[in-house]
């Protein structure tokens, strides 16, 4: 469907657009500024012309947490190499990953994966490579995953030395300092602890995967584009003896993928200053039901509504269209003070966690997605 057309349906009450151009510069600015191998982390977005469009624009590989993921990479960028970072996996998810789709990158991070690992998996093969996931210590990340994951530092040292002993498989580190890491210091202070354990152990540490986290751009986060932390990161790793001689891999999913699609949402309902809309936080807009203020723009008659023509501004309180009193967004919204039933309210800045877990609760699916070509892309 045209950008054109949507705009002027009366069909629907909701709509997607995606900019791949966006999506590809975004990855490639990414991937030019890192210093080691950039793998696209699926859950963030898993459309299938995302996971093209990324590695087009040069990806390493992927990020994957479930065979359902990797049947999606292997099916979409046929050849790309994905890797299973998931610290607990099924027995079965570890055997078909490694006999059915031939991966050969595992993570864990405590005795009792590595003993599953260990069961399934061919000890003797030297393709393989198993990282230990170690606790990162304190971030400042929104969604802070440490507290689900990661080994002490003492047992991420016994870890590696068991994979040394009993196993012919190379073996990496890896942290994950959580999503929207709004620093540099918890890569830094998490790289610096990589660096000491590589010191201490009892093996080769060939790689070592920082994870993602990268921070985004929203109006109540207004994040520089990535390419000054990435420097900072470059000449932390050129200053450090042990990090220049491993592998160095990220698994950014946010940020490469936040700015390629946009949530058009039609207001069905003005009570004064509450806007009731076509879509809400299950139809994609669960970012903002907490934590981030997305940059908002409305639209009217195919064409964006002019502040100078709209008779100024005023905030909004908005809601989704289903019947739950939590689909509601968590910061006010300042749209024009004409705003009326019919005009569109276009969210931006919602291509990641935003597409991958909304659903169709109470009836209301959003099920149409646009595609923009590059004279249309903004
Ligand atoms: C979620 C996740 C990512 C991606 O995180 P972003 O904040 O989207 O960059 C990368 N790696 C792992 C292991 C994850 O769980």
Known sequence: MEFDTALRTTEFDAFYTFNPARLMRATRDFVEGFPGSVLYAVKANPLPQVISSVRAAGVAGFDVASIAEALLVQAEAPGARSWFMNPAKSRRDIERAWRELGLRDFVVDCAAELDKLLEVLPTGEPSLRVHVRFHSGASDALYDLNSKFGASHE????????????????????????????????????????????????????????????????????????????????????????????????????????????????????????????????????????????????????????????????????????????????????????????????????????????????????????????????
């Not at 946009?262 to 069905?268: E, N």
Request: with cysteine; aromatic share 10%; charged share 20%.
């Open 155 to 378: 047992e991420t040292l016994r870890l590696l030395q068991r994979i040394a002993a009993q196993t012919a498989w190379s073996s990496g580190l890896a942290f994950h300092p959580g999503s929207q890491t709004i620093s540099i210091e918890p890569y830094l202070t998490a790289m610096q602890t990589a660096a000491r354990l590589i010191e201490r152990a009892d093996a080769r540490v060939a790689s070592l995967d920082i994870g993602g986290g990268f921070p985004a751009r929203y109006d109540n986060m207004p994040m520089p584009p990535p390419a000054a932390l990435l420097q900072r990161l470059g000449e932390f790793v050129a200053s450090c003896a042990t990090l220049k001689r491993v592998e160095l891999l990220c698994e950014p999913g946010r940020v490469l993928a936040y700015d390629c699609m946009s949530l058009f949402a039609r207001v069905i309902l003005r009570k004064d200053r509450a806007l009731y809309c076509g879509a809400g936080i299950f139809g994609g807009l669960l970012p903002a039901q907490q934590f981030f203020q997305l940059p908002v723009r409305a639209w009217r008659g195919g064409e964006p509504i002019d502040d100078a023509t709209a008779g100024g501004q005023r905030e909004f309180v908005v809601f989704g269209p289903t019947c739950d009193s939590n689909d509601r967004l968590a910061f006010p919204y300042a749209l024009p003070e004409h705003l009326r039933e019919g005009d569109w309210i276009e969210f931006q800045h919602v291509g990641a966690y935003s597409e991958s877990v909304r659903c169709a609760f109470n009836g209301f699916s959003v099920d149409h997605l646009v595609t923009l070509d590059a004279h249309e892309a903004g």
